[in-house]
């Protein structure tokens, strides 16, 4: 199982980016996946999960109405689209599936949200 993140940087308060994970070397789309973030000194978190065909969402409600959780199952990847990014976005975010008791991350991309 492989999952590569990409699509962070820096930006500005208020701006957009749109991370993707490419996945690898499991079934795809018989997974459900999800987006998690840390930041320095606290425990990771849940962002948003997105059911196998990708009809289910659900988000942390701090960035409910603000970000946006998609799969293509054909492109083996899953995006996290992020609009009216805050400071406190700031974090390194990672993908994230599990297949019983195992569970599987990508190595992270760090969201920085700053002027």
Known sequence: VQLVESGGGLVQPGGSLRLSCAASGFS??????????????????????ITRAGWSTNYADSVKGRFTISRDNAK??????????????TAVYYCHTQNGPYYYWGQGTQVTVSS
């Open 76 to 89: 083996n990847t899953v995006y996290l689209q992020m609009n009216s990014l805050k400071p406190e976005d």
């Open 28 to 49: 795809f789309s018989r997974y459900e996946m999800s987006w998690y973030r840390q930041t320095p000194g606290k425990e990771r978190e849940l962002v948003a999960a």
